[in-house]
């Protein structure tokens, strides 16, 4: 393409090459386009009309500067076009501005950009909004024959997103993660946190930001293990996931009091079972906003914790990011401009209940992208809850939950609502992260309803959010956990059993339970969770039916129990798995083409995993089902965990599934103790 002579019509587009330090600039037709080496086997492309490259934008990336390099990039300029070989990777620009990434070692096409039209547009496209905001696009060619992955975590069951329509927006249960790993062998950020959507049509992907300043994206070419290392190197490293949290959590919407919640522990430690964590859900506090205990709910939450620390287990809190006018701290921050503004109107950003008050307030979300108001609200959380010994929070609607979600209305500290949006939920996590590094804590763990590229590296836990209670939600769960895992966060759980309802009395909820239990206890994060019914009305007084594993009868109880047991003694497995995750970015829920590229099937298979390298999980996702089907991976041998049969790989085998048991097969001879 790029040694012919340009179409008559574009030749007037001819731009300009020129050197600079890691790769080169195009300019032309008033765009300044740069391509530099940005980390090993990986580039970042940046485009502005109208000025110079603008830095220190916001974005995902770790460093506002490009990393060293073990080995300097090559820079060629010819008369025609120029290239920047960076490892693995090279990017070839023609005359006329347009790039195109191939394999360095073959020259096999990666990625190329595509005009919209011969004529006009281009395959970056500026709607201007004035002020040097733009609505921007960037398009590249579709490949029929390829799978696309990652993007975070969505509920719409699609694990290849080929096809798919996506918005790039925060809400409970969609996270936007814009970061894509391609089954041509390369991966993709859009490293922008503007409002907006990708589409990956078949005749083509489109990128769009509602509104933002710069066109900024990031590649990196490799195999699917290189590809999570390359992202991890570039958005930054998990922490090493404390041994206590790969035990099991306890959680419910809600335990009303302290006495409620110790009584649950108690009676976990009266039947021998370990409990890691146990969670303080909302209204548990004055007023929202206020960061603090109830009194009258609980009296003395130090002697809380000090109990809890006699059976091994930790109290976690929910800390919400919004403020109730009746908070004694929201004049001051409104008056200190800590909140998130409008362009329009008051500041609120929702309605909420509150105690005191029997009709709903209108709260007001602070500022995560503000480092003030970031440390005025952990210097609460310190005060308040650190002090009594709690070091585990839980981040709740950090979305921000707005209703109505109106990003056009919002000022951020870091700039407008539609170009910012969407980095909220990794600033809040940045808060609990840097606030407990600054008290000298060096295990970081907080549990986020919401994330985004590079919360991985404050110690986020990611959950989906508030699902519903059936065997197509958590058929749904696995695709969204990969999904979530290709897209850099190795940290994530679900609600075990679902959020919305579910009823304990239920022999039907009850087949439910025990099969997500089971997913539970192999996933990274082990943690039940939500409102059973019958619950109370919703308010400051709401609570759900008891979710406890004895709640659901003593079979249930029993193979629950069971896996609690089975979780503690692979431990070791586990915590050799988070150190992977810790120094090379591989996450422990794997799918099956991370370790196995070449078998064409490892890129199709959404309803099993494998945890770390060598234990494959297959969760059983219909009722009635005690036979399982499991396709095992081409490239290895495998033996079932519960029988010791052993199987070649490359084939589907046909295993039994009582309701006691999930399907696990251990990988080329590896010894874990699944049975006992």
């Known amino acids: 393409m790029s040694d012919e002579a340009p179409l008559a019509s574009l030749a007037h587009e001819e731009g300009e090459f020129r050197a600079a330090p890691g790769g080169l600039e195009w300019t032309g037709r008033q765009e300044t386009l740069r391509i530099e080496a940005w980390g090993a086997d990986a580039l970042r492309v940046r485009s502005r009309v109208g000025g110079p490259i603008l830095d220190a934008l916001p974005g995902a990336l770790v460093a506002e500067t490009a990393p060293p390099l073990d080995t300097e990039p090559t820079v060629v300029i010819g008369t025609r076009e120029a290239t920047v070989v960076n490892g693995a990777v090279t990017a070839t620009i023609s005359a006329i501005g347009r790039i195109t990434f191939t394999r360095t070692a073959d020259g096999t096409e990666l990625l190329a950009e595509q005009d919209a039209h011969f004529w006009w547009p281009g395959p970056r496209l500026r709607t201007a ?36 329509v996506v918005e790039l927006v925060q809400r409970n249960s969609e996270v936007s993660i814009p970061f894509l790993v391609s089954s041509r062998g390369y991966g993709f950020l859009w490293n922008n946190p503007a409002i907006g959507r ?149 500041v609120a950003h929702a309605d909420w209940p509150d105690k005191g008050i029997d009709k709903t307030v209108q709260v007001a979300f602070y500022d995560a992208t503000n480092p003030v108001a970031r440390e005025f609200v952990w210097s609460k959380v310190r005060e308040n809850y650190l002090s009594l010994g709690i070091e585990v929070f839980w981040a709740d609607a950090c979305e921000p939950e707005l209703k109505p979600g109106y990003s056009a209305n919002l000022r951020y500290h870091a700039g407008p609502g539609l170009e910012v949006g969407n980095m909220y939920p990794r600033e809040n996590s940045r808060m609990f992260h840097e606030g407990m590094l600054t008290e000298g804590r060096t295990e970081v763990v907080t549990l986020n309803r919401s994330a985004w590229a590079g919360s991985q590296r404050y110690g986020a836990i990611l959950w989906s959010g508030d699902i519903f209670t059936d065997f197509e939600t ?21 609600d075990i059993g679902g959020f919305h309802g579910g009823d304990p009395t239920s022999p039907d909820y009850r087949e439910v339970m025990v099969r997500w239990f089971q997913f539970g206890a192999f996933s990274p994060i082990f943690r039940l969770h939500g409102v059973r019914s019958p619950a109370t009305a919703f308010g400051p007084q709401m609570t759900g039916a008891p979710n406890e594993i004895w709640s659901y009868g003593e079979e249930a109880a029993e193979i629950m129990a069971s896996y609690i047991a089975l979780r503690e003694r692979i431990k070791p497995y586990i915590a050799e798995v988070m150190r992977d995750a810790h120094e090379s ?66 084939q589907s085998v046909t295993v039994d599934a009582p309701l006691e048991r999930i399907p696990l097969f251990l990988r080329d001879g590896a010894v874990l103790p699944i049975a006992e």
């Not at 769960?477 to 994530?492: E, H, K, R, V």
């Not at 494998?610 to 969760?619: E, K, R």
């Open 129 to 164: 909004h004035g002020n040097g905001y733009a609505r921007l696009e960037q398009r590249f060619a579709a490949y029929p024959d390829e799978r696309l992955y990652g993007l975070g975590q969505h509920q719409h069951g699609l694990y290849d997103q080929k096809g798919a």
């Open 474 to 494: 958590l058929r749904k769960q696995i695709p969204a956990g990969l999904n979530t895992a290709l897209s850099g966060i190795p940290w994530w759980n679900t």
């Open 198 to 346: 990708v589409e990956l049509a078949v005749n083509g992907t489109r990128w769009v930001a509602d509104s933002a300043r710069q066109l900024d994206y990031w590649i990196t070419a490799g195999s699917p293990a290189q590809i999570q290392r390359n992202y991890a190197d570039a958005t930054g490293h998990a922490p090493l996931l404390p041994e206590w949290a790969a035990g099991f959590w306890q959680c419910k919407l809600r335990y009303k009091s302290q006495e409620e919640l110790l009584e649950v522990a108690r009676e976990y430690h009266r039947r021998g079972l370990p409990l890691a964590v146990i969670v303080a859900d909302f209204f548990h506090w004055t007023h929202l906003g206020e960061w603090r205990f109830d009194p009258a709910e609980w009296p003395d939450p130090q002697a809380a914790v000090k109990e809890l620390e006699q059976y091994g287990t930790r109290l976690m809190v929910s800390v919400w990011p919004s403020v109730s006018p009746l908070s004694e701290f929201h004049a001051e921050m409104e008056r200190r401009g800590l909140f998130i503004g409008t362009e329009f109107g008051p």
């Open 585 to 650: 970015g591989a996450t422990p829920m794997r799918p099956f083409f991370v370790e196995f590229p070449d078998d064409p099937k490892a890129w199709e298979i959404d309803t099993a995993y494998l945890f770390g390298p060598d234990l494959l999980v297959a969760p059983v996702l219909e009722a009635g089902a005690r036979e399982w089907t499991v396709y095992l991976p081409s490239g290895a041998s495998w033996r079932d965990a519960w029988t010791g049969q052993e199987y070649d790989g490359g």
